[in-house]
């Protein structure tokens, strides 16, 4: 399958081409962007994120991102000043001044750094929002999504929900680096984490579906509530493809007839070697080209599509 480009916009202004951020109530050309060496969003990384992509002009399942991002905030005792309109509002605007028509689109709020004659407790910390919106980004490049990624079983335990809940979106991502590393040393492109009972999580920036026997399934618990998985479960259900959210042992990964993995930088893309074994004559398998190819016609088709206020500059 092609991945489909269209022709981007030009940002009015020059200084905004190589994209454009937002920090606390301020525009600005993304290079101008900076964080403060005090604050605890980078001291600490007390932060939590989410991203959303623009294709062909339309952002894609906005208010779902909106929610998952309010959701993590909320639990995380970071409420920044803007309401969810606003940040939409923001978001529009962010991507009307860069011109993008393919966009991946960051929306962070930090902690912020201690006000002065404070304790160094985090109550103490005005935490504020910054975003930015650059071209957009794929987890692995265009090639490998066409070839297949390889993937292996990381040695890294990915964090345990009892420490970190999963499905706030946030930067503790020493087992994740840790994986990716591990990846490389061992010639593949992607780590998966298992939990420490040895069932499936997610990786770097996605997560996993393994598929037997015409059936799919997604692990249920210590991972991120990924809207391109939600997607991905919707699109199994308009197809006919019976999907289970399930713990999924690391067995029945490895003995998968094919292996998916999903995410906002992406889509859904597919696995031809798990540890070295090869699946599906190293090609992406035909689910996952089906469920792939369904994913992209249908956002092209202005599936949960919310065009973009190019006006807004
Ligand atoms: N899991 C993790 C840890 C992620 O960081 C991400 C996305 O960045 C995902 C899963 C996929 O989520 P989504 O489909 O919302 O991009």
């Not at 991946?104 to 929002?129: I, Q, S």
């Not at 042992?249 to 696995?271: K, M, Q, W, Y």
Request: net charge negative; hydrophobic share 40%.
């Amino acid at each position: 399958m092609t991945l489909h480009t269209s022709p981007a916009r030009t940002a009015t202004d020059p200084r905004y081409a190589g994209g454009a951020a937002y920090m606390d109530g301020t525009f600005m050309p993304l290079g101008e962007a900076r964080i403060p060496i005090t604050d605890w969003g980078y001291r600490r990384s007390d932060v939590v994120y989410d991203v959303v992509s623009v294709w062909d002009g339309c952002f894609f399942r906005l208010d779902d991102h909106l929610t998952r991002f309010r959701a993590s905030m909320e639990a995380t005792r970071l409420v920044p000043r803007e309401t969810d309109d606003e940040i939409r509002s923001m978001l529009h605007r962010l991507i009307a001044l860069s011109g993008l028509t393919e966009s991946y689109v960051a929306m962070d709020c930090l902690r912020g750094a201690p006000l002065p004659g404070t304790t160094r407790h985090p109550k103490n910390a005005r935490p504020y929002l910054i975003a930015f919106a650059i071209p957009y980004v794929r987890l692995v490049p265009a090639e490998v999504i066409e070839r297949g990624t390889h993937a292996i079983v990381a040695s890294a335990v990915r964090i345990p929900d009892a420490s970190l809940d999963a499905r706030h979106k946030n930067f503790h991502w020493a087992d994740m680096t840790s994986g990716l590393f591990e990846a490389d040393e061992r010639g593949a492109d992607m780590p998966i984490l298992l939990d420490a009972a040895g069932n499936v999580t997610e990786g770097p920036g996605f997560n996993v579906f393994v598929i037997r026997d015409g059936r799919v399934a997604t692990p249920d618990s210590n991972v991120l509530g990924g809207i391109t998985r939600l997607t991905v479960i919707e699109l199994c259900a308009e197809l006919g493809l019976p999907c289970d959210v399930r713990p999924v042992s690391a067995e029945e990964l490895r003995n998968a007839d094919e292996i998916l993995f999903s995410s906002t930088s992406g889509g859904p893309f597919g696995v031809t070697r798990i540890d070295g074994r090869i699946l599906s004559n190293d090609r992406p398998g035909p689910l996952t080209n089906r469920l792939r190819e369904a994913y992209w016609a249908k956002r092209k088709a202005g599936w949960h599509a919310e065009p973009v206020r190019y006006d807004l500059v």
